[in-house]
T-cell receptor
Framework: GNSVTQMEGPVTLSEEAFLTINCTYT??????LFWYVQYPGEGLQLLLK?????DKGSNKGFEATYRKETTSFHLEKGSVQVSDSAVYFC??????????FGKGTSLLVTP | DSGVTQTPKHLITATGQRVTLRCSPR?????VYWYQQSLDQGLQFLIQ???????AKGNILERFSAQQFPDLHSELNLSSLELGDSALYFC?????????????FGNGTRLTVT
């Protein structure tokens, strides 16, 4: 079935460092891909999405490109801030329109 | 604030008991999703409703059931509870059924089974 695999955390970075969180997927057809973020004590919020191959989703300095050839959707940010500390989830949407999430990657940014 | 309201925020109960979790979707949203989040399993899709009808089923146990009412709020019923059912249960809603409308999550109900 459709599934998402993302890198295990926790990831600890210093402020202004470059961030990459890897995400690969297995799917039949061409799913839509998403990154969600969860801050402590809150629900998940949509960070960005891409609905077809070569699409780039971006929001708040975060970017991810839908790569069909490598079945990947890696999340990147050029300069992280302390406020970016959260858990990040990669997800795909299958034909039934239910989101399948990865296990989440915890990010801690230190001053 | 996502506009999705879940009650209660916390629930502590004993094994063998039954509980009901409630979700009010954002105004105008027709689809409601239920997810279970635990440390070992991550975020697992349980079930989806669209305008009162069951639309998709995920890894939902037979001891669990859900429904969506005419006013579009939804309830998730968990019965014969086991220690392993302790988790954070999220409800999410979206306008329609597909990827063109974002999924909005509530803040979850934390269930502790003792």
């Amino acid at each position: 079935g459709n599934s998402v695999t993302q890198m295990e955390g926790p990831v600890t970075l210093s402020e202004e460092a470059f961030l990459t969180i890897n995400c690969t997927y297995t799917a039949t057809g061409y799913p839509s891909l998403f990154w969600y973020v969860q801050y402590p004590g809150e629900g998940l919020q949509l960070l960005l999405k891409a609905t077809k191959a070569d699409d780039k989703g971006s929001n708040k300095g975060f970017e991810a490109t839908y790569r069909k050839e490598t079945t990947s959707f890696h999340l990147e940010k050029g300069s992280v801030q302390v406020s970016d500390s959260a858990v990040y989830f990669c997800a795909l949407e299958d034909s039934g329109y239910a989101l399948n999430f990865g296990k989440g990657t915890s990010l801690l940014v230190t001053p | 604030d996502s506009g999705v309201t879940q009650t209660p925020k916390h629930l502590i109960t004993a094994t063998g008991q039954r509980v009901t979790l409630r979700c009010s979707p954002r105004s105008g949203d027709l689809s409601v999703y239920w997810y279970q989040q635990s440390l070992d399993q991550g975020l697992q899709f349980l079930i989806q409703y669209y305008n009162g009808e069951e639309r998709a089923k995920g890894n939902i146990l037979e001891r669990f059931s859900a429904q969506q009412f005419p006013d579009l709020h939804s309830e998730l019923n968990l019965s014969s509870l086991e220690l392993g059912d302790s988790a954070l249960y999220f409800c999410a809603s979206r306008r329609g059924g597909g990827h063109n409308s974002p999924l909005h999550f509530g803040n979850g109900t934390r269930l502790t089974v003792t």
